[in-house]
T-cell receptor
Framework: EAQVTQNPRYLITVTGKKLTVTCSQN?????MSWYRQDPGLGLRQIYY???????DKGDVPEGYKVSRKEKRNFPLILESPSPNQTSLYFC???????????FGPGTRLTVL | AQKITQTQPGMFVQEKEAVTLDCTYD???????LFWYKQPSSGEMIFLIY??????QNATEGRYSLNFQKARKSANLVISASQLGDSAMYFC????????????FGKGTRLHILP
């Protein structure tokens, strides 16, 4: 089954404790991205990747890092989480033509 | 800069009626793509429909159709014969000319279907 998986689905952590949210897709997509969703703001792109070792900043990259060492994986790293990073995070991957974007199930992060 | 505007924060519609969710966009690109997504209360994002800027016909997927009016820069989603399960948040989104371009989202419309 074609899918995007994220882990963990829920995470409560404390300020400053480094964390990683994993994202994996099994569709051999080149393009992957991370979004955060906040009430009243819709989805905002954090980082995206066009291929292995090729990443670029989205609209709200501050406080986040990503890496793309393998085509299927695109982890999101918060080196020193802060409460304003409490949000719902989505990973997504896109077909080569870019006309369909598949989303992961979301990770709800709370930073205390 | 590209921008997506959804002017309806919320809508209430009677079951079985048709629904139109508004979306206007702004871009200087000649080629672009437009998307609609559904987010039910469970939280997942579900792709509904895609329209390319050079597609001559409006996209349709089952009960969903996209009313694409290029000159007005509008891409409204039409849901025919609404069902209770259509109650959800709906997002309009746009991608630029290149498949590597960012995809930007509107702020969403929350649709409530009334029995």
């Amino acid at each position: 089954e074609a899918q995007v998986t994220q882990n963990p689905r829920y995470l409560i952590t404390v300020t400053g404790k480094k964390l990683t949210v994993t994202c994996s897709q099994n569709m051999n997509h080149e393009y992957m991205s991370w979004y955060r969703q906040d009430p009243g703001l819709g989805l905002r792109q954090i980082y995206y990747s066009m291929n292995v070792e090729v990443t670029d900043k989205g609209d709200v990259p501050e406080g986040y890092k990503v890496s793309r060492k393998e085509k299927r994986n695109f982890p999101l790293i918060l080196e020193s989480p802060s409460p304003n990073q409490t949000s719902l995070y989505f990973c997504a991957s896109t077909t080569g033509g870019g006309d369909t974007q598949y989303f992961g199930p979301g990770t709800r992060l709370t930073v205390l | 800069a590209q921008k997506i505007t959804q002017t309806q924060p919320g809508m209430f519609v009677q079951e079985k009626e048709a629904v139109t969710l508004d979306c206007t966009y702004d871009t200087s690109d000649q080629s672009y793509g437009l998307f609609w997504y559904k987010q039910p209360s469970s939280g997942e994002m579900i792709f509904l429909i895609y329209q390319g800027s050079y597609d001559e016909q409006n996209a349709t997927e089952g009960r969903y159709s996209l009313n694409f009016q290029k000159a007005r820069k509008s891409a409204n989603l039409v849901i025919s014969a609404s069902q209770l399960g259509d109650s959800a948040m709906y997002f309009c989104a746009m991608r630029g000319a290149n498949r590597d371009d960012k995809i930007i989202f509107g702020k969403g419309t929350r649709l409530h279907i009334l029995p």
